[in-house]
């Protein structure tokens, strides 16, 4: 059973980067789009970016000017950092599998990181 | 974007009962619109995929119909470990993919 670890700063200061990594543990990265996600009440849910095994990305428009998102297939984790943050950042923030026998829906969620901007 | 909007905002029911949730989108999706349960402190789970599929270890009294712009999600007797919020979400690839705002069923 594949499961996604998350970690990284919970605390962020504005106009510095945010930084979060995934853990993909019971399943190689090939094959899946790994995705980030984040929620917050203001704006629910809102779908960041997602990477391949071979580093082929796809960002959202809204964040794609501040947004990388790199991928390291020998320790099995993707990560996600969001440069200049501000308030406006700050949600809980998703990691997720993109499974292909379930139509490219998000079939595998990590945990959930809060991360405050202040 | 496409817009997905869901309704209604809140579903105020008793177990046993029928749940019907609505999402309807600003364009047509064909089928490429899922659905996700979250309950508080945790990570959307998927539900359905393909407008109408059920996903692994998902129970039959969830269904979802629909297809284009207008789709349904269908709780048929409500157990209470079902109530919780329920997200729809489209993922057409010429589109940044969004989420609805959500259906909160709650009890009565």
């Known amino acids: 059973q594949v499961q996604l670890q998350q970690w990284g700063a919970g605390l962020v200061k504005p106009s510095e980067t945010l930084s979060l990594t995934c853990g993909v543990y019971?399943?190689?990265?090939?094959?899946?789009?790994w995705n980030w996600i984040r929620q917050s009440p203001g704006k629910g849910l809102e779908w960041i970016g997602e990477i391949n095994h071979r580093g082929y990305t796809t960002y959202n428009p809204s964040l794609e000017s501040r947004l990388t998102m790199s991928i390291d297939t020998a320790r099995n984790q993707f990560s996600l950092k969001l440069m200049s943050v501000t308030a406006a950042d700050t949600a809980v923030y998703f990691c997720?599998?993109?499974?292909?026998?379930?139509?490219?829906?998000?079939?595998?969620w990590g945990q959930g990181t809060l991360v405050t901007v202040s | 974007d496409i817009v997905l909007t869901q309704s209604p905002g809140t579903l105020s029911l008793s177990p046993g009962e029928r749940a019907t949730l609505s999402c309807r989108a600003s364009?047509?999706?064909?089928?490429?619109l899922a659905w996700y349960q979250q309950k508080r402190g945790q990570a959307p789970r998927l539900l359905i995929y393909g407008a109408s599929s059920r996903a692994t270890d998902i129970p039959d009294r969830f269904s979802g119909s629909g297809s284009e712009t207008d789709f349904t999600l269908t709780i048929s007797r409500l157990e209470p470990e079902d109530f919780a919020v329920y997200y729809c979400?489209?993922?057409?690839?010429?589109?940044?993919?969004?989420f609805g705002q959500g259906t909160k069923v709650e009890i009565k």
């Open positions: 997720a599998r993109v499974g292909v026998i379930s139509g490219f829906s998000f079939d595998q």
């Open positions: 979400q489209h993922y057409i690839i010429t589109s940044p993919r969004t």
């Open positions: 364009q047509s999706v064909s089928n490429n």
């Open positions: 019971g399943e190689s990265l090939s094959g899946y789009y």
